[in-house]
C-alpha cells in the first residue's frame, strides 16, 4: 500500500464496515491495540509488504474500498500464528478470511482465484485428477476415480446449480 | 402489633438512575390505595439533605411509624435512613428499603414498562412487610484490643508498625522465614532511584525490635472464627528447625551442609544449602532448615555453638484472638512457560525483570555485575519485553501489571549508567508513565539513549550460542524488525500471591474477577474488605507500586485502628431466639444449626448470641413454632411474599431469594455492570436461604409464583456460607411435595453463587425465565389445592 500525501477525511470513511466485519464473527478486532504481534510474527509479511496489523487497523478506520480492493489480503497463508498469539484474543485469521469474503461479495477477486474457481464449476475440482494420481489411486487398490463428480458428472449440476444460486457464478464470470 | 401501621413509601428517582428506567410517580400512585399507606411520595435524591428532611416533615406531619425507601441496593443507604430513624426517635428496623436501583432500572433498561410493574411488586412486597416489622434493640461486645497482620512485605511491614506504634499489640503472619516481601529483592526503586534495601531494612529492623510487634514467621494461617471484634485465629508455625531465641546467625550449620538446592529469594539463579538464611538482611536474623531438602544428616546440629538446632522440630499451633485483621499477601508472577514462542524456560538467558532485580544486586548472585545466565558472559545488547502476559485476553491475564513501563524503564537506566557500552531496547504496547515524576523519568531514559520500540515481541529465538533473535513489528514505522541480543528480560504480568484463594475462604471475604481481594468499594472504601474489621492493601488488592502499597496500608491501618478504638461494637440484633414456654425440647434446631449456636439447657434450646450468625437455618426445623429470626419473622416472610404476588408482574413470575451476604451482593453487581435479564425475576432478600421452609417455598407457588429461585453463598464464600447445605438438604422434600401437588418441581432452582461470577448469575437467571416460559401457567387448581394443604400463614 502506497505512502498517502493527503489528510485522511475521516468524514468519509464507512464506520459500519467495522460493524459488518464484526457481525461475519470478527467482533473481537475492536479489542485490538495495535501491539503488532500479528504483523511481527507472520511468515508471509516477512517476504512481502502484507501487515496483517495495518489491514486491521484500515479495517476499524472503515477504508472499506482499501481494504477489500487492495491485494494485501490475499497474502495471508492462513498459518494461524497470529491467531494463537494475538494477547487480545482476536481471531486475526479469520478475520482476514472474513474480508476476503466480503472482497469477493464487492467484485474484488484476482485473476487467478477467478480461473481457480472457474475450474471448480467446469470440472466440479479445483485441482481435476490428472493420469499420475490415477495410476498412484489404482496401485493403492482404491477406484481409479474418487467419489467426487469424476465420478458422479451428474452432480456437477448440482454444484453448479449452487454456484448459479448464490450468484457465484457471475462473481467469477463464469458462463459455463 | 398494638398500634396501627402507618406507612410511608418514599421512591428515589436518583437522580435519573432509577426514574429513567422505572415510572417512579406511577410507583407512588399505585402505592396510595394500598392498606396501610398513608403517604407516598418520589424525590430526585432520597439519600440528600433536602430528601431526608422531606421524609421527616412527613413523618411528622402524617405521625408515620413505618418507612418504606425505595432506592438503590440496602448495601449502599440502608445505614444513612437507618440513623435518620434514630434521630425521629423510630426504631431503625422499622425501616424497609426496597431495591429499584441495581436489581431494578439498571438491570432492565429499555423496559420501562415492564420493571415498572416489577416496580410496584417489589414496593408492595416492601410495604406489606414494613407493616409487620417489630422495633428490636441492638446489644454490644467487647472488641479485642490487638491486631493481626497478614503478609511481611512492604505493606504489612507498614501496617504492622503503624499500628504498634499506636499502642496496639500486633501479630504479623509471614509464611516465608524473612519478611521484606518482594521489595527485598530489589535493588533500586523508580522514580526516585533510591536503593530498595536502603529505605526498606531499617523497617524491616523496627519491626524485629518493637516490643508491641510479636513477628511470626514461617507461620501460615490455619483458620478464622468469631467475628469482628473478637476473631478467634488459629496459627501454624512450620517447621524451620532453628531455635529463634537461640540462633546467633554465626552461619556454621550452613557452611558445613552439603545439600545444595536451587536459591528462590535469587530466583534459582544460584544455590544456597538446607541450612539457609534467606537472605543477609533477613529479619528475624534465623536460619532455618530446609526440611524438604535436608537429609537429617545431623551434622549442623552437632556443631551449632548455641545447640540451637532441632531437626525433630514438628512446628506448632497457636492460638490468638484479635479484634481486627489487616491482610497484606501480595502478588506472584504469572509463569510465562506457556507463552511458547518466549522461549521462557528453555532459552537460559530469556529471563525475568525479577531475575535481572537480583543480578543487578550486589548481595545477588554475581555481586551486581551482570552476566549471562547461560555463560557468565558480558551482556552488551539486552532487550526488554513489556507486557509479558498481561493485557493479553488470549492466554495471559487481562489487566495491566502497572509496574512494568516504570521498572523496565528504570533497570535500563541502572543497565546504561553501571555499563555505560550496554546497549538497552524496550518493546512496548503503550508507556504508561501515569504518577508523579514518572513522565520525567521516561524523558531521562531517552536522553540517557534506551531505545523504545513500539511494537509486542513476536517470538524469541536462539540464533547462535546464546544469542537471541527477537521479532516484532515496529509499528509506527510499519516493518517487521528483527535483532540480536544477548539477553531478553520479560516483564510478567503480576497475579495474586498463591494461596490468595484459599486465605479468602478462611477469612471469609470475597475475591474479584482477577483473582485479587475485593475492596468493599473501589473509590471510597478501598481498604476494607466485604467483611467487617477485615482491612486489605497492598498488591493483594491488585498490582501497584510501592508507594501505592505503603498508602493503603497506612490507610488498613487507619480504618483498622479507628475501628478497634471504639471499644464496643454492636452485636447485630438479627438472631435467633426462642421462645421458652413453647419450645418442646426436641433439639432439631440444635442439630441443625451450622455454627453451634444452639444448645439444650432444662429441656429447652438455647441461642449462643455471639455464635449466632443469623441464618435462619433453625427456624424452619421447629415444629411447634418456638424459634424467631428477628427481623426475618415468618409473618414479615409471608407478608412480603403475598405483597409482591398480588400484584401482578409479568408472566412468568419469578421469586428469587438470595442470601443478603452474597447471591444478592451478586445481584447487585449485575446492575452495577449494566447486564440485562428479564424483569420477571422479582429478587426478595432473606438472611440465606435456609431461612425458607418448604411452606415458604409452596406458598410462593400457592399464591402465583411460576417459578422460585434459590440462589445462595457458594461453599466457603462468606461467613454464613455453611448454611447453604441445609437448602440443599431440603430441597428433595420440598421437590417432592411440589411434584405431589401437581407442579413440577423443575420451577423450584437452586444456584450456588460466587460474587465474581455476577454474571453467570444473570445468565442463570435469564435461561431460568425461558425454561419457566417454555413450561407454561401453573394450573389455578393445583395452587388453590395448595394454599388449603398448607393451611393459615401468619
Known amino acids: 500500500m502506497s505512502v498517502r500525501r493527503e489528510t485522511l477525511d475521516l468524514r468519509k470513511t464507512d464506520s459500519d464496515f467495522v460493524k459488518r466485519v464484526a457481525e461475519s464473527g470478527g467482533e473481537k478486532i475492536l479489542l485490538c491495540v495495535q501491539c503488532g504481534t500479528c504483523s511481527g510474527g507472520c511468515p508471509a509479511g516477512r517476504r512481502t509488504a502484507y501487515r496483517t496489523r495495518q489491514v486491521i487497523r484500515r479495517a476499524l478506520t472503515g477504508l472499506k474500498d482499501e481494504v477489500l ?11 494461524y500464528t497470529c491467531l494463537e498469539r494475538c494477547p487480545r484474543g482476536i481471531n486475526v485469521t479469520d478475520v482476514i478470511l472474513i474480508l476476503r469474503n466480503l472482497a469477493v461479495q464487492a467484485g474484488f477477486m484476482l485473476k487467478p482465484h477467478k480461473d481457480v474457481s472457474a475450474y471448480l464449476l467446469r470440472t466440479g475440482h479445483a485441482v481435476p485428477i490428472i493420469d499420475k494420481y490415477k495410476a498412484l489411486r489404482k496401485e493403492l487398490k482404491l477406484p481409479e476415480l474418487p467419489p467426487t463428480t469424476h465420478s458422479y458428472p451428474e452432480a456437477l449440476d448440482e454444484v453448479r446449480r449452487i454456484a448459479n444460486k448464490t450468484g457465484f457464478d457471475k462473481l467469477i464470470g463464469f458462463e459455463g | 402489633m398494638g398500634e396501627e401501621s402507618r406507612v410511608g413509601v418514599f421512591v428515589c428517582e436518583c437522580g435519573g438512575n432509577i426514574s429513567n428506567g422505572v415510572d417512579v410517580e406511577a410507583v407512588c400512585k399505585a402505592a396510595q390505595g394500598w392498606k396501610g399507606v398513608v403517604v407516598a411520595r418520589n424525590y430526585s435524591y432520597m439519600c440528600s439533605k433536602p430528601g431526608l428532611d422531606m421524609i421527616q416533615s412527613m413523618v411528622k406531619r402524617h405521625n408515620l411509624n413505618r418507612i418504606v425507601i425505595a432506592a438503590c441496593t440496602p448495601r449502599m443507604h440502608q445505614v444513612t435512613f437507618a440513623r435518620a430513624m434514630k434521630t425521629l426517635g423510630l426504631n431503625p428496623f422499622l425501616l424497609e428499603v426496597v431495591n429499584l436501583r441495581e436489581q431494578c432500572s439498571w438491570s432492565h433498561s429499555g423496559e420501562k414498562e415492564a420493571a415498572t410493574k416489577k416496580a410496584v411488586s417489589l414496593v408492595r412486597g416492601g410495604v406489606e412487610r414494613a407493616r409487620s416489622l417489630e422495633p428490636l434493640e441492638a446489644s454490644w461486645l467487647d472488641v479485642e484490643q490487638r491486631f493481626l497482620v497478614v503478609g511481611g512485605g512492604i505493606a504489612g511491614i507498614t501496617a504492622a508498625l503503624e499500628l504498634a506504634n499506636q499502642g496496639y499489640p500486633v501479630y504479623l503472619v509471614e509464611r516465608d522465614p524473612s519478611i521484606g516481601g518482594h521489595m527485598a529483592q530489589f535493588g533500586k526503586v523508580f522514580p526516585t ?3 530498595a534495601q536502603c529505605i526498606l531494612t531499617p523497617r524491616m529492623v523496627e519491626v524485629g525490635r518493637n516490643p508491641n510487634i510479636k513477628l511470626m514467621t514461617s507461620t501460615e494461617l490455619v483458620s478464622v472464627t468469631g467475628g469482628p471484634g473478637k476473631y478467634h485465629v488459629k496459627l501454624f508455625i512450620k517447621p524451620r528447625g532453628v531455635d529463634p531465641e537461640k540462633c546467633t546467625a554465626c552461619g556454621v550449620c550452613s557452611k558445613l551442609c552439603e545439600v545444595e538446592v536451587p536459591n528462590e529469594f535469587n530466583m534459582g539463579l544460584d ?105 557468565g558472559g558480558d551482556v552488551k545488547k539486552l532487550a526488554y519485553v513489556l507486557c509479558a502476559g498481561s493485557r493479553d485476553l488470549n492466554r495471559g491475564i487481562p489487566y495491566c501489571s502497572r509496574v512494568c513501563c516504570m521498572y523496565s524503564i528504570k533497570q535500563a537506566q541502572v543497565i546504561i549508567d553501571a555499563f555505560l557500552d550496554a546497549q538497552v531496547t524496550l518493546f512496548y504496547i503503550d508507556i504508561r508513565s501515569f504518577g508523579r515524576g514518572f513522565e520525567e523519568f521516561y ?44 539477553l531478553v528480560v520479560l516483564c510478567p504480568a503480576l497475579v495474586p500471591s498463591p494461596g490468595t484463594a484459599e486465605l479468602a475462604e478462611k477469612l471469609s471475604i470475597s475475591l474479584g474477577e482477577d483473582g485479587f481481594l475485593m475492596e468493599k468499594h473501589p473509590k471510597l472504601d478501598p481498604v476494607n474488605s466485604l467483611r467487617e474489621a477485615v482491612f486489605v492493601g497492598g498488591c493483594v ?95 414479615q416472610l409471608f407478608g412480603l411474599m403475598r405483597g409482591i404476588l398480588v400484584e401482578k408482574a409479568d408472566r412468568p413470575i419469578i421469586l428469587a431469594f438470595l442470601d443478603y451476604d452474597i447471591a444478592y451482593n451478586a445481584a447487585d453487581l449485575i446492575g452495577l455492570a449494566r447486564i440485562k435479564y428479564p424483569a420477571n425475576v422479582l429478587i426478595v432478600r432473606v438472611p440465606t436461604t435456609a431461612r425458607l421452609g418448604k411452606k415458604h ?21 462468606g461467613p454464613l456460607s455453611g448454611a447453604s447445605k441445609i437448602t440443599e438438604k431440603r430441597l428433595s422434600e420440598i ?37 419457566i416460559a417454555e413450561m407454561g401457567p401453573i394450573d389455578e387448581g393445583a395452587r388453590k389445592k395448595i394454599l388449603e394443604e398448607i393451611g393459615p400463614v401468619p
Open chain 2, 697 to 717: 417455598i409452596l406458598y410462593a407457588f400457592a399464591m402465583g409464583a411460576d417459578g422460585v429461585f434459590l440462589g445462595d453463598a457458594h461453599k466457603g464464600a
Open chain 2, 541 to 635: 488488592l491488585g498490582p501497584k507500586d510501592i508507594r501505592d502499597s505503603v498508602s493503603e496500608a497506612l490507610g488498613a491501618a487507619a480504618k483498622g485502628s479507628t475501628f478497634v478504638k471504639a471499644g464496643k461494637i454492636e452485636l447485630s440484633a438479627e438472631k435467633a431466639s426462642v421462645e421458652k414456654e413453647t419450645c418442646n425440647g426436641c433439639g432439631n434446631c440444635v442439630n441443625i444449626c451450622p455454627f453451634g449456636a444452639i444448645t439444650l439447657a432444662d429441656g429447652k434450646a438455647v441461642v449462643d448470641r455471639l455464635r449466632c450468625l443469623g441464618c435462619g437455618g433453625c427456624v424452619p426445623e421447629c415444629k411447634v413454632s418456638a424459634l424467631v429470626l428477628h427481623n426475618s419473622t415468618d409473618r
Open chain 2, 193 to 195: 532511584m533510591d536503593c
Open chain 2, 271 to 375: 544455590k544456597r544449602k538446607a541450612s539457609y538464611l534467606m537472605f543477609p538482611q533477613s529479619v528475624p536474623l534465623v536460619y532455618t532448615i530446609d526440611f524438604n531438602s535436608c537429609t537429617k544428616c545431623g551434622r549442623c546440629a552437632e556443631v551449632c555453638p548455641r545447640k540451637a538446632i532441632d531437626l525433630e522440630d514438628k512446628g506448632k499451633f497457636v492460638e490468638v484472638d484479635v479484634g481486627a485483621i489487616v491482610v497484606a499477601t501480595g502478588y506472584e508472577l504469572i509463569d510465562l512457560r506457556k507463552f511458547e514462542e518466549y522461549g521462557y524456560g528453555v532459552h537460559k538467558n530469556v529471563i525475568t525483570a525479577l531475575h535481572l532485580e537480583r543480578l543487578l544486586s550486589p548481595f545477588g548472585p554475581t555481586g551486581g555485575y551482570l552476566r549471562r545466565p547461560n555463560d
Open chain 2, 443 to 486: 524523558k531521562s531514559a531517552q536522553e540517557k539513549g534506551v531505545k523504545f520500540v513500539r511494537g509486542r515481541v513476536s517470538e524469541i529465538s536462539e540464533s547462535g550460542e546464546g544469542c537471541l533473535l527477537v521479532r516484532a513489528e515496529d509499528t509506527l514505522l510499519g516493518v517487521p524488525v528483527e535483532d540480536e541480543f544477548d
Open chain 2, 735 to 771: 421437590s417432592e411435595a411440589l411434584d405431589e401437588g401437581g407442579i413440577d418441581s423443575l420451577r423450584l432452582w437452586f444456584s450456588a453463587v460466587y460474587i465474581p461470577d455476577f454474571r453467570k448469575l444473570a445468565n442463570t437467571f435469564s435461561n431460568f425465565v425461558s425454561t
Open chain 1, 69 to 79: 480492493s487492495s491485494q494485501d489480503i490475499w497474502l495471508c497463508s492462513t498459518c
